[in-house]
């Protein structure tokens, strides 16, 4: 949250620098930042107006948004048919996309949603896991922060994981989960195979699952690597597959964190 304030421009950093769409925030912000939709944290609205007349409100302050581009972002957040009910019998799945909606008034370029999805029950999750999927769709740039790990990998194609305040790792959704996996081999001789392996500082934690297939890391983590070492020590895999690992895993395997401490 901290992070996306400052790239936002609502505080300043203490040093260094923030640059969305390759401009510096400082320098060009007036120009940028109109460009940029943001939903941070819960969103303000007038709980006694319909949820049109929110967005009514936040266009005649932004002003040049025309009664059609309401139109559009209520049929894009799925509140067209609730749009002239008031506010305050929405549920919090319903506010949190009408917050959407308010970001995407000006048809921005980018969206950036501090977790969008914080104090959903299972339906309003669902809710916003399918709205993100159709602004995706619409050619929309979507940055998201979310703790909701399972949701993230759902939703993004590219991650980027921060512990303790610095960048650990940014990396394609597919390239993380399948780069951090195990290999699974059918091989003769396991229990020999198992012993040789696990000599290997790469293969230290490698195991036999319960089909006496041998579970393990690979040189390199390349699948090719651990058949050319299997094939010279004698072993002739009869078949090698990636195993692959949820964004939680990696998360915790990365930030060294399986014991508390996530931040």
């Known amino acids: 949250t901290t992070t996306i304030r400052m790239a ?7 040093s260094g620098s923030v640059a969305i769409l390759r401009q510096d925030i400082a320098s060009h912000g007036s120009r940028i930042l109109p460009r940029v939709g943001a939903l941070v944290e819960t969103p303000a609205l007038y709980l006694y107006m319909s ?38 019998t929405y549920s919090l799945g319903m506010k949190q996309r009408l917050g959407v909606a308010i970001a995407l008034l000006q048809d921005p370029d980018l969206l950036i949603l501090d977790e969008p999805a914080n104090g959903l029950d ?6 916003m896991r399918d709205l993100m999927h159709r602004l995706t769709a619409e050619g929309k740039t979507v940055f998201i922060s979310s703790h909701l790990l399972t949701e993230v990998q759902q939703i993004c194609t590219r991650v980027a994981i921060i512990n303790l305040g610095k960048l650990v790792k940014v990396s394609t959704i597919e390239d993380l ?9 059918t091989v003769e001789r396991a229990q020999e195979a198992l012993a040789l392996v696990k000599a290997q500082q790469w293969g230290k934690d490698a195991r036999l699952d319960t089909r006496g297939a041998l579970v393990t890391s690979a040189p390199g983590k390349r699948g090719r690597d651990l058949n ?26 990365l930030t060294n964190s399986g014991t508390g401490g996530v931040q």
């Open 228 to 253: 050319l070492f299997l094939v010279n020590a004698g072993f002739v895999p009869e078949t090698i597959t990636q195993s692959t690992q949820d964004l939680e895993q990696v998360f915790l395997e």
């Open 51 to 88: 949820g049109r007349n929110n967005l009514r409100a936040v266009a005649s302050v932004l002003g040049g948004v025309s009664a059609a581009r309401i139109d559009t972002v209520l049929d894009l957040v799925g509140l067209r048919a609730r749009q002239k009910d008031r506010v305050r």
């Open 122 to 127: 299972p339906a309003g999750i669902v809710e």
């Open 177 to 185: 989960i399948s780069g951090h996996g195990e290999f699974v081999v």
């Open 8 to 14: 936002l421009g609502l505080i300043a950093p203490t």
